[in-house]
């Protein structure tokens, strides 16, 4: 059966899903780099990058998981780039040049209707401005019998958790406070809504929590 997963979502010891005040200067928001420590060094991470280095372990196993056997995927405006409002073009394509890392159909969330765009590797980018309802509608009929990822941000994550979509959820919890930033579960009951944890796997740089319900 088809699951609703979010995977590899790094997280600060304070909360944090992301650093405060992103900007085309900062992806992750300031500090933001710091709580996904773990993932950059992996196999899983350079490989995304045309590299074939990288280091392999436990927390790469974590990054692979994170990123292989998904039908489809579904992003908030923020996680696709750092342009608000009406789209001035067509010109930003995403953070990731003509090659994303998705390799399958992709849901951006957005208020602004934009046509599709189909990149290389698979990945086609759909805009949707109906809501995260239709968005998970429009991903399940996409991802046939896969499973589904919500790939953030914090607040895309928010949503369909609190909505009770989210089947899944694995934290990479970063042994450093940013401070300030997007909190995650800030007035979410996770025990309420039937989480438990499932598996705990402390690394050098980072502790893997899998929640399911």
């Known amino acids: ?126 805009f949707v401005s109906e809501g995260i309802d239709v968005a998970l509608q429009k991903a399940r009929a996409a991802a046939g019998a896969k499973d589904i990822k919500i790939g953030g941000g914090v607040e895309t994550v928010r949503q369909y958790v609190q909505a009770g979509h989210v089947d899944e959820i694995h934290l990479a919890v970063a042994p450093v406070a940013i401070g300030q930033g997007e909190p995650l579960f800030s007035g979410i009951d996770l025990r309420a809504l039937g989480y438990r944890t499932v598996e705990h796997v402390p690394t050098a740089r980072a502790t893997h929590i899998v929640l399911a319900k």
């Not at 196999?43 to 998981?65: L, V, Y």
């Open 1 to 126: 059966m088809t699951k609703v997963k979010v995977a590899g979502f790094s997280v600060s010891l304070d909360g944090f899903g992301a650093g405060a005040d992103q900007s085309l200067e900062n992806p992750l928001g300031v500090r933001g780099p710091e709580i996904f420590q773990w993932f950059f060094p992996t196999k899983t991470f350079q490989q995304m990058h045309g590299k074939d280095d990288g280091e392999t372990g436990t927390d790469d196993s974590f990054a692979r998981r994170a990123m292989e056997g998904f039908g489809a995927f579904i992003l908030g405006r923020n996680m696709f780039g750092p342009v608000r409002g009406e789209w001035p073009d067509d010109q930003w394509k995403g953070w990731w040049g003509d090659t994303p890392p998705y390799h399958a159909p992709t849901f951006i969330l957005t208020h602004h209707p934009r046509p599709p765009i189909e990149m290389l590797g698979g990945t086609t980018f759909h």
